[in-house]
Structures are given as structure tokens and as C-alpha cells.
């Protein structure tokens, strides 16, 4: 009896504490917990079985290119896996869908909430909203521009690093010298801003004698970085002897355009993307491209572990950053029956 009473106060205190941690908006380090909290949370740990499922809302921001599909299809195979119940919204491309999606996470009572954001800025208020309703957001690849105690943390890419690479990268390819085109990813996104931030800062500083004389945005698609690329040849054509691509499917619209003009991709005009999706592997085995730089979509095991230590109150870091590297069209043929996307 006595046994049974002790279950029955364990039970009521396990409950208490999850509904504190619930109502409290998780700070970024949660590390600062009272001692006796943690054999409560040992007892929680054993209980997970029983727990109701872990709900989760993702925004996602659309399927522009190759690698949101994958990190989409990451986030929802990972769920799928997991038993997570996911209730996922495709923004196509668009601000304010993320935002009504956000809003009706919040209606629905979500544990946490993830987002992509499409661009940076215009998040405030309704991350503010999430947060007054006690349901933490964590942001999966882009970042938003908002102040630090409207989001638990970022998964992600250092996009800024991945420019800095695709510089050297491209200064190696034409031996330090000659005129450039560039075709950024869609406008006000972290992943274009930070792409030519860090570009243009080793090519100013390390390589001046090379020369960014085109920079337009195709959006991130395959479509857009064709039509572009197609109006950089028309005004600039045999002047043209790199092209920087903030991601590969632009790079891939753009070898066409190439090609269609009559110059040969990879050897007339060098050119490095980013992301190292298996269609850039494809174009670097034909020749067409020289060079990508990886940044890794996976991240939906990234992502659920975290909401689940967001959901037992442990700290997670403001930043999580994913790993990546750099392929080269020598070991293409190599690397691509390795490549998970
Ligand atoms: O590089 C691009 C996609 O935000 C890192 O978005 C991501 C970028 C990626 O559309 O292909």
C-alpha cells in the first residue's frame, strides 16, 4: 500500500514538472535547475513509454531546389521513424504561409515548433506569439533575425563559411584572376545574404584581381538561375569566365543557358555552387561543373533530438551546426554511390 502510494506521488509529481516545463518557454541554456529536480527527471525518462506522443509543427519553406526536398524529406522520414506525430506545412516559397502555419501550430497546441524561415527578417511578432503560448521554436537551417530569447537554437549551416570556400575554391580554378558572374539564392534569405557576404570577403581581400561583374538573384531554382544566366551571357558573354551559384540547382539551370550559347560549362566558364546535391555530383562526372560546396540537409535526427531535450527540460547550445565539406570534379565519379542526397 505504502508502495503504491509512493508510485501514485512520484506519478502526480512527474506530471507537475512536466506541466512546468511545458508552460515555460525553454530557455536556450536550461542548465540551472534545482538538484532535487533530477531525480524527478530520471523517474520521467523510465515513464516515456506511457508519455503521449511527441507532437511536433515544422514550417517548411517550400521545394525549390534538390536539397529542401531532401531536408524535407528528412524531417518527415525521421518522424515517421520515430513515432512523432508531425504536422508538417509547405509555405511554397512564401513568408506569410509560414506565418499562418506558425499560428495554427499554436492553435493546435504543439510541444515545438520548427521552422525554416524563408527570409530573415519580419518574424518578431509572431515568434512572440508561440512564445506566449509556452511553445518553444527551434530553427532548421535559416536563420531569422530576431532578438535571442524568441528561439531555443539553430540547426544549420554556416552559410557565411560556405562562401568563404567557394571563393578559395574559385580563385584556385582560374589562378587568382578574371571576371566573374553570380547567381545568389532568393533575396533577404540567410543563405543568400551570408553566401555573398563571405564570398566577396576573401576575394576582396586575398584575390584582387578577380571581379564579380554580374550579381542577380535566381531565386534558388533551376529555372530562374537558367533565365539569368541567359540575360549575363546576352550582356556580357566571352567576358565571362566564372560563375559563383549560391546553390546547384541554379548552377545546373545555368549550364544549360551555357551550353546554349555555345561556351562549354566547366572549361569556358568554371563554375562552383553550393549544396552537393547527387545532381551536382552528375553535372562534376560530365565535366560541367567544377566544384560544390557540401551543406547538409539532413537534419531531421538533429532536429527531434533536440525537441526531445527541449521537452525534458535538459540544455541544448543556441547553435548546432552541421557538418560539411567540399567535392571536387576529380572525385566525383567516387564520392557520388556514397552521397545520401
Ligand atoms: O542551399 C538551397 C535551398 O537554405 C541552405 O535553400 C538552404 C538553401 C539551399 O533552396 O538549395
Redesign the pocket.
Known amino acids: 500500500m505504502k508502495k503504491l502510494f509512493a508510485m501514485l506521488l512520484t506519478g502526480t509529481m512527474m506530471l507537475t514538472m512536466a506541466g512546468c516545463a511545458k508552460s515555460v518557454n525553454a530557455p536556450a541554456e536550461t542548465s540551472a535547475k534545482p538538484a532535487e529536480t533530477k531525480t524527478v527527471e530520471t523517474k520521467t525518462e523510465e515513464a516515456k513509454p506511457e508519455n503521449k506522443k511527441l507532437v511536433i509543427g515544422f514550417a517548411q ?2 521545394a ?5 526536398t531532401a ?1 524535407t524529406n528528412s524531417i518527415k522520414g525521421e518522424a515517421e521513424k520515430l513515432g512523432i506525430d508531425l504536422k508538417f506545412s509547405d509555405a511554397q516559397q512564401k513568408q506569410e504561409n509560414q506565418i499562418k502555419a506558425i499560428r495554427s501550430f499554436i492553435a493546435q497546441k504543439v510541444d515545438v515548433i520548427g521552422i ?1 524561415p524563408v527570409v530573415e527578417s519580419g518574424w518578431e511578432t509572431v515568434f512572440k506569439e508561440a512564445k506566449d503560448a509556452g511553445i518553444p521554436i527551434v530553427l532548421v ?2 536563420n531569422a533575425d530576431v532578438p535571442e530569447d524568441l528561439y531555443v537554437t539553430r540547426i ?2 554556416d ?1 557565411k563559411d ?1 562562401g568563404k570556400k567557394a571563393a578559395e575554391e574559385m580563385a584556385q580554378l582560374l589562378g587568382g584572376k578574371g571576371s566573374i558572374v553570380e547567381l545568389q ?2 533575396v533577404g ?4 545574404t551570408d ?1 555573398l557576404v563571405g564570398f566577396k570577403e576573401v576575394i576582396e581581400a586575398k584575390y584582387p584581381e578577380i571581379k564579380i561583374i554580374k550579381s542577380q538573384t535566381g531565386d ?2 533551376r529555372a530562374k538561375g537558367k533565365e539569368v544566366m541567359e540575360a549575363f551571357l546576352k550582356s556580357d558573354g566571352k567576358n565571362i569566365q566564372g560563375l559563383y551559384a ?5 548552377a545546373i539551370g545555368a549550364i544549360q543557358a551555357i551550353e546554349e550559347y555555345g561556351l562549354k560549362p566547366g572549361e569556358d566558364i568554371k563554375i562552383v555552387s ?2 552537393a ?1 547527387k545532381g551536382a555530383f552528375e553535372a562534376m562526372i560530365a565535366g560541367k561543373l567544377n566544384v560544390t560546396v557540401e ?1 547538409n ?1 539532413l537534419l531531421g535526427p538533429q532536429f527531434y533530438d533536440v525537441c526531445q531535450k527541449i521537452m525534458n527540460g535538459e540544455s541544448v547550445p543556441k547553435y548546432i551546426p552541421s557538418e560539411e565539406g567540399v567535392y571536387r570534379q576529380e572525385t566525383a565519379a567516387a564520392d557520388l554511390p556514397s552521397r545520401q542526397y
Do not use: K, L, Q, Y
Open positions: 519553406i517550400g525549390e531546389s534538390e536539397w529542401r531536408c525554416s537551417d535559416r544549420g549551416s552559410f560556405e539564392g532568393t534569405s540567410a543563405a543568400a553566401r534558388f531554382t549560391h546553390n546547384d540547382d541554379m553550393v549544396d546535391v551543406c540537409p
